[in-house]
């Protein structure tokens, strides 16, 4: 019988190897993880979650759990709604991060908690809304996270999920690819002198599922009216479902 494997970058491993290993990229890029996103995408990572929280539109006292959330950049955004926000990152170092960012910026009413996407220690029913963003490709089983995602929300509650993809914008993506397969690991040893992490997340990217079949899997979930919308012609897409 052939051991189940699952993808770290462009190798296939076995899925306890792969969280010990993402474990330890995200405690290797913590402290330079913000830093390097503004230098991957020209800035425009700000944008893309902004457009990511106007769309989901968080409500005054409304409960959102922003998974793989760390640094807290997605839950900020939606702090300012009044929202009640739990950030949820199974990676302490990343946790560290934005807890340290919050009391920079004075901000005291979000809950901070290590979980893993797969197992989440809440009940049932307990958000009305859950996000993801630039996080699910580093989950090791994709459809338990989704499963667990769809288990957390409150029936109405809604899915959001922004993530990389595939551009179809034909010339386009053969210049981003050649730009982050030779670039991006260079820019990643120059600012934060870990090569090999960065690497990886270009691979991650390149091995995660196209738009219609991510969709697929979030409705295998469970989730209804599932929507997905391209920005830069699929460079990064944005997912939507609802527990209805």
């Not at 990511?52 to 900020?76: H, N, S, Y």
């Amino acid at each position: 019988m052939t051991e189940k494997t699952v993808s770290f970058g462009y190798e296939d491993v076995p899925p306890e190897e792969k969280t010990r290993r993402v474990g330890e990229v995200f405690a290797s890029v913590a402290q330079r993880y913000d830093v390097m996103n503004d230098l991957m995408s020209g800035g425009m990572h700000r944008l893309w979650k902004d457009d990511f929280v106007r769309a989901l539109k968080p409500q005054p006292g409304e409960r959102i759990l922003d998974m793989a959330g760390g640094t807290g950049d997605i839950a900020f955004r939606i702090e300012k709604s009044g929202a009640s926000v739990t950030v949820a990152d199974i990676n302490p170092n990343m946790l560290e991060v934005g807890i340290e960012r919050a009391a920079k910026k004075g901000v005291t009413s979000m809950v901070w908690r290590e979980e893993n996407a797969e197992t989440l220690s809440f009940p049932d029913r307990s958000f009305e809304g859950y996000t993801i963003a630039f996080g699910i490709r580093n989950v090791t089983d994709i459809p338990a996270a989704l499963r667990e995602a769809h288990r957390v929300l409150t029936f109405g509650g809604r899915f959001f999920c922004l993530e990389f993809s595939t551009t179809t914008w034909p010339g386009f993506g053969d210049v981003y690819d050649a730009y982050s397969e030779k670039l991006v690991p260079l820019i990643g040893k120059a600012v934060a002198n870990d090569e090999a992490s960065y690497r990886y997340l270009i691979e991650s990217i390149r091995r995660f599922p196209p738009m219609p079949e991510f969709a697929r899997m979030i409705e295998t979930a469970g989730f209804k009216n599932v929507k997905y919308r391209p920005i830069l012609g699929g460079l990064v897409a944005m997912h939507s479902g609802w527990k209805i």
